[in-house]
């Protein structure tokens, strides 16, 4: 195996990248060190905003009454 000269190693030289492949062998997608950093921020950022809006809007539930209960329970139509 030839090795390549260390001028084009260290030119070729991008850091880390994640090579996702189908059951074929086939390449699916390719992820780079400054796409995962993005990917990263961007999940944090999105977990960080709904967390705060979480806080910012309490979710409101109601118990249902007997009279929405028992008119759900009844038919519209009387039947003899």
């Not at 880390?16 to 074929?24: A, E, I, P």
């Not at 400054?34 to 961007?42: F, I, Q």
């Not at 409101?60 to 009844?74: Q, Y």
Request: glycine share 8%.
């Amino acid at each position: 195996m030839h090795k390549l000269p260390q001028s084009l190693q260290d030119k070729n030289n991008f850091g880390w990248s994640l090579q996702v492949y189908s059951g074929d062998r086939r390449l699916i997608c390719i992820i780079n060190a400054s796409h995962a950093w993005l990917l990263c921020l961007g999940i944090t950022f999105g977990l960080l905003s709904g967390l705060m809006f979480k806080e910012i809007m309490p979710e409101v539930t109601t118990a249902p009454t007997d009279s929405e209960i028992n008119s759900a329970l009844t038919m519209p139509i009387g039947i003899d």
